[in-house]
């Protein structure tokens, strides 16, 4: 039995040897039209590896003939197969610009930005990948407007800004949490501008009424009726726009407080 496995193994070893001396020869010899052949095999077994190397050693030879296209195309969806990204995106991009009228440039500037999206890493990390995914794909839907893929697009595009808006939002927690009042304020408001339908707008207007006063309170006397007065404004929006909101009652108190405060401005 033991025997059967050290033969079975060493005949994997040689057979692996011949194979490898086999690709070796093909890969430095002269007859391109054999490398081609074989990368497209080695493409369809998905050894992405190979066909690689053998896609860059005969490029300029059909830089200008329809294999070309083919070659150029194949070696982004290598990378795009690997997960290797920014290379794959790279390589799209590439295509789009050498063969602007192929049949399969929709498609490379499609990848190009399902690249970014794929790469579009979680909430709490640096967001630039989120930004260029969003650039390419409005740029495919610009450019292809009438395309079937265009839902598509617009659903991930929505589920990438989604992902952005929740950022930015977490942020604004932050400074609320930490009683960083001048941040809060700034970022709360930057965020409103940015997100005017937001479905944190309800809790954002109550942080802001909170957020005021309590900035108010820890201010210097000259700076708190104009931040009193801000928060009551920011009450009066809410108790407006979502007058059942749960908010109201839980901020009369508060409420009451900046009322007496600002009454007392007035008798002095």
């Not at 795009?80 to 799209?92: C, L, R, V």
């Not at 495919?140 to 930015?168: A, C, F, H, I, Q």
């Not at 059942?244 to 009451?256: G, M, N, Q, R």
Request: contains cysteine; proline residues 3%.
């Amino acid at each position: 039995m033991l025997r059967n496995r050290v033969f079975l193994t060493v005949m994997i070893c040689l057979l692996g040897c011949v194979s490898c001396s086999k690709y070796n020869k093909l890969l430095k010899g002269t007859d391109n039209e054999a490398k081609y052949e074989a990368a497209l095999k080695y493409y369809e077994k998905e050894d992405y590896d190979r066909t690689l190397q053998l896609f860059d050693v005969m490029q300029a030879y059909y830089r200008n003939k329809p294999e070309g296209e083919n070659i150029a195309y194949l070696t982004a969806e290598c990378y795009f197969k690997k997960k290797d990204y920014y290379i794959a995106s790279s390589y799209y991009k590439r295509f789009v610009t050498r063969y602007p009228l192929s049949r399969r440039a929709e498609e490379a500037m499609y990848k190009s930005a399902i690249c970014y999206y794929n790469m579009s890493p979680k909430m709490t990390l640096d967001q630039s990948d989120t930004y260029t995914a969003l650039k390419e794909f409005q740029n495919y839907v610009d450019l292809y407007p009438n395309s079937e893929r265009v839902p598509d697009v617009n659903g991930k595009m929505d589920t990438l800004r989604t992902k952005l808006e929740e950022k930015e939002y977490d942020i604004c927690r932050l400074y609320f949490k930490m009683e960083e009042y001048q941040a809060a304020i700034t970022s709360y408001e930057a965020y409103l501008k940015d997100y005017p339908n937001t479905k944190y707008r309800e809790e954002i207007l109550n942080n802001m009424v909170i957020n005021y006063y309590r900035y108010a309170e820890n201010s210097v006397r000259a700076k708190q009726r104009e931040r009193y007065e801000l928060a009551l404004e920011k009450y009066n929006t809410l108790c407006y726009v979502y007058p059942d909101s749960e908010y109201i009652a839980k901020l009369e108190p508060t409420v009451k407080k900046i009322r007496e405060k600002l009454e007392n401005y007035k008798i002095k």
